[in-house]
């Protein structure tokens, strides 16, 4: 089944550490992106890329970076910079820059202490 | 600045229809509606889209007037299963992605 898979779900990291977050997609899609959801603040963009080796910030990339080496992974790394890295991360993917409409992957909780 | 605004949280009961409206009125020419429906825990899953009028599928239907500035989300005769959050999404595709989210309706249904 084509899908996206976030890995892992649970991530428990020390304060001042980087941590990466995994997203995979076997759905052949062009466009890729971050979303951070806290409570009552529904889902906000991160990073997206609409293309291999390109990417481009969302609403709130500060502290955070990506990379597209591949069509099928979007990486997101979770920086010390971060100051409220605490948070459930989503990745989702589009066809491609044009199409409306996403898949989303199930989510990785990231908790910093 | 572009706003996607709908009801905080809903209440229901087993076998009504739930109507949930947003608004949005700064939509351009070329963006879309979505609605999407998430569970605790979970990625959010696609309902349904429009651009104007009516679509219907087999879960949904949503309601698009001409002016385009409100949405509303169509739920017939919902079940406990149906209890999640609902997004409304206005997307515009192309080089500079266009996503304004609203911030969820949270939607319980009551036995």
């Known amino acids: 089944d084509g899908g996206i898979t976030q890995s892992p779900k649970y991530l428990f990291r020390k304060e001042g550490q980087n941590v990466t977050l995994s997203c995979e997609q076997n759905?052949?899609?062009?466009?890729m992106y971050w979303y951070r959801q806290d409570p009552g603040q529904g889902l906000r963009l991160i990073y997206y890329s609409q293309i291999v080796n390109d990417f481009q910030k969302g609403d709130i990339a500060e502290g955070y970076s990506v990379s597209r080496e591949k069509k099928e992974s979007f990486p997101l790394t979770v920086t010390s910079a971060q100051k409220n890295p605490t948070a459930f991360y989503l990745c989702a993917s589009s066809r491609d820059r044009d199409s409306y409409g996403y898949t989303f992957g199930s989510g990785t909780r990231l908790t910093v202490v | 600045l572009a706003k996607t605004t709908q009801p905080i949280s809903m209440d229901s009961y087993e076998g009504q229809e739930v109507n949930i409206t947003c608004s949005h009125n700064n939509i351009a020419t070329n963006d879309y509606i979505t609605w999407y429906q998430q569970f605790p825990s979970q990625g959010p899953r696609f309902i349904i889209q429009?651009?104007?009028?009516?679509v219907t599928n087999e879960v949904a239907s949503l309601f698009i007037p001409a002016d385009r500035k409100s949405s509303t989300l169509s739920l017939p005769r919902v079940s406990l299963s149906d209890t999640a959050v609902y997004y409304c999404l206005v997307e515009g595709a192309g080089n500079n992605r266009k996503l304004i989210w609203g911030l969820g309706t949270s939607l319980a249904v009551n036995p």
């Open positions: 429009g651009y104007k009028t009516k």
């Open positions: 759905l052949n899609h062009d466009a």
